[in-house]
T-cell receptor, first 116, second 113 residues
């Protein structure tokens, strides 16, 4: 149980285009999902916390108009990178907190974004 | 906000030896301290966590200790095996609700057969 999927696993896009990444909790309801960015050989940098039915809470320095997060249901959160540029190329990984009473975060497999 | 420091950044041990990874945190309000393991090319997975109401927790070959006064916590792996090779992340934050945790910078552990 507690499986989180992420789609796509990798994407290559041209500079200026937008890319949407989906994060789904497959067998549990996730009231809270998190979006991270991970650079090579570096830690997980939290971008935003996404709560179902409300606006996401962004970390300092993360542009909310550039990284649009929508948590439309208890099993789906999306991250849209708008007007992507090469510096947005990174590994984006989501996690979902497994319901009330648990603090464990279950991570998705990540999405490798390359912006040309 | 919370700041988590993790040491060492890399660690090599012989198979069978013990490995210790240490973390410090800054926010005295933090009460939840998980440890995640990320194998190469895979997603992070929780291996053990501890809450501030206990000082030590053990699960087979892994154990975590917490010193709230000093604001540091450590991961101990005994009898290391090659499959323990991975990057380990500590984290600190608040338990429950919509709370987040802050991750440390990671420790790459290599177990030499």
């Amino acid at each position: 149980g507690a499986v989180v999927s992420q789609h796509p696993s990798w994407v290559i896009c041209k500079s200026g285009t937008s890319v949407k990444i989906e994060c789904r909790s497959l067998d549990f309801q996730a009231t809270t999902m998190f979006w991270y960015r991970q650079f090579p050989k570096q830690s997980l940098m939290l971008m935003a916390t996404s709560n179902e039915g409300s606006k996401a809470t962004y970390e300092q320095g993360v542009e909310k108009d550039k990284f649009l997060i929508n948590h439309a249901s208890l099993t789906l959160s999306t991250l849209t990178v708008t007007s992507a540029h090469p510096e947005d190329s990174s590994f984006y990984i989501c996690s979902a907190r497994g319901g009330i009473g648990t603090d464990t975060q279950y991570f998705g497999p990540g999405t490798r974004l390359t912006v040309l | 906000g919370e700041n988590v420091e993790q040491h060492p950044s890399t660690l090599s041990v012989q198979e069978g030896d013990s490995a210790v990874i240490k973390c410090t945190y800054s926010d005295s309000a933090s009460n939840y301290f998980p440890w995640y393991k990320q194998e190469l090319g895979k997603r992070p997975q929780l291996i053990i966590d501890i809450r501030s109401n206990v000082g030590e927790k053990k699960d087979q070959r892994i154990a975590v200790t917490l010193n709230k006064t000093a604001k540091h916590f450590s991961l101990h792996i005994t009898e290391t095996q090659p499959e323990d090779s991975a990057v380990y992340f500590c984290a600190a934050g608040l338990s429950g609700g919509y709370q987040k945790v802050t991750f440390g910078t990671g420790t790459k552990l290599q177990v030499i057969p």
